[in-house]
């Protein structure tokens, strides 16, 4: 019984080598390398039969070419070499690695098949991620990473703050680079209660790495007499830059009033004589009194303000395309549903009667950017205003600006929106233009009184 065990035992390894060398037999008229596995040293081959029609063996994956290796000599018949791969593109998975001489050549060898990402981690070794423009944005730290190698990583950040705790790191999915490799974008939330008297400190890790791969650290610091006066002469500078963008506006309002009620004099005139003349050599007489006379004692002084508006009026509504908005805003967008302005950050507003008291000022926002509500600061002139939401229907809000002294003749309005962005750094469009609230009415209410003594324009626009 043993001897016939030991007898099927010598069969059947006999069998199996017979097997093996007419398989490699078969294969080596096709294909004259054969690969044995990966590891450390790249693709490991072995010649099935002497081979000498190329001396550079090149090795790619979905056309990229991702190793090569020189064989000046060739290889002879059982001889092993290693094609050493020193990157991976992002292509999917499963994926396979193919050898050739030349670009287009035919297949060298069998096709080598890679089913995970974990292949990559013992080809290549633990990623090397290279961090670019680290950055903190509206209290979100921000920034890039590249793995120039490792197309395939699937990474998974962490980051610790001030040192103690973890906190993941939102990533969004890699993308591949030309030359190999992958790069991602990443965003993590700061919370107010990370800051510490000392400041802030951010590392952030790989997961399997100890060594961080970016550190972001913030120290506060006190300022001194230096900067204390340097933010004041900035403060002072940016009122004086407002002020003089304000007067200039209001120069190039008045003006383009008193040549548009000019041209309408001027048509007015000439259209009176022409009537007189045509009566006359009619020859009826006018069935009223001198169109041309009463015309010239009409003439006055021309009134400050917008020339529509009713400066005794309890109420005034600004058209949107009124030259009183003043610096930050943009221009009038019309549309078939209605019509409104966008502010940037900061905006300025003109009081059309500035010498009476003014109550109040209502604000219909129909749209914002980036955010649920507005969040708005105001000043009338210099005192800090009194600001009140209200949620009306649609999605729109009413914002209502009261001065904290009770009416009082207000110049200018300075308005500041705590929220806005930009669409094109967002990547939702190209618009280039800062925005912050869009604003469909503006409404100011003044306290009765007596009629206002008129002004000129020359006087308003020095007066500003």
């Known amino acids: 019984m043993v001897d016939y065990l030991l007898y099927c035992s010598l069969v059947t390894w006999h069998y199996v080598m017979v097997t093996a060398e007419v398989m490699d037999g078969f294969q080596a008229i096709f294909c004259p390398l054969i690969p044995l596995g990966l590891g450390p040293d790249g693709l490991s081959l072995r010649a099935l039969r002497p081979f000498h029609e190329a001396e550079t063996l090149l090795l790619h994956c979905r056309g990229i070419e991702v190793g090569r290796l020189h064989l000046p000599a060739g290889l002879q018949q059982g001889e092993l070499c290693a094609i050493p791969i020193t990157r991976l593109p992002r292509v999917p998975l499963p994926t396979e690695l193919r050898i050739a001489a030349t670009r287009d050549g035919r297949d060298l060898a069998t096709p080598w098949r890679i089913d995970s990402a974990d ?8 990623p090397e991620i290279r961090i670019e423009d680290l950055r903190m944005d509206h209290g979100v730290l921000r920034g890039t990473a590249r793995e120039a190698r490792n197309g395939l990583l699937e990474p998974v950040l962490y980051a610790r703050i001030n040192g103690a705790g973890a906190r993941i790191v939102s990533i969004e999915s890699p993308v591949g680079l030309p030359e190999g490799g992958c790069a991602f974008r990443f965003a993590l939330p700061i919370h107010p209660a990370d800051l510490t008297e000392a400041g802030l400190s951010v590392s952030l890790l790989l997961i399997g790495q100890e060594t961080p791969v970016a550190h972001f650290a913030w120290t506060r610091h006190g300022a001194g007499a230096a900067e204390r006066r340097l933010a004041e002469l900035d403060g002072r500078l940016r009122q004086i830059e407002e002020d003089a963008a304000t007067a200039q506006q209001g120069l190039q309002s008045a003006l383009e009033r008193r040549l548009a009620l000019q041209q309408e004099r001027i048509d007015a005139f000439i259209a009176a004589a022409s009537t007189l003349l045509f009566d006359r050599l009619a020859g009826a007489p006018a069935a009223c009194a001198d169109a041309l006379r009463g015309l010239l004692a009409s003439g006055g002084a021309v009134a400050a303000g917008e020339p529509m508006l009713d400066r005794l009026a309890e109420r005034l509504e600004l058209p949107l395309d009124s030259g009183l908005f003043g610096a930050g805003w ?27 008291a003014l109550g109040a000022v209502t604000l219909e926002v129909t749209g914002l950017y980036r955010a649920a509500a507005p969040a708005l600061v105001a000043q009338f002139d210099d005192a800090a205003a009194e600001v009140s939401v209200t949620a009306r229907e649609g999605g729109t809000f009413s914002v209502r600006l009261v001065h904290p002294q009770g009416p009082q003749p207000v110049r200018l309005l300075r308005l500041a929106s705590q929220t806005g962005g930009c669409p094109a750094d967002e990547g939702e469009s190209g618009d280039r233009r800062m925005l912050a609230i869009a604003v469909s009415r503006v409404v100011f209410e003044y306290t009765a009184g007596a009629e206002p003594d008129p002004v000129s324009p020359e006087e308003y626009a020095v007066a500003l």
């Open 330 to 356: 943009h221009r009038e967008e019309v549309y078939p549903h209605g019509s409104f302005r966008w502010m940037g950050p900061r905006g300025l507003l003109l009081n059309p009667v500035a010498e009476r």
């Open 119 to 126: 292949a990559a981690l013992s080809l290549l070794g633990p």
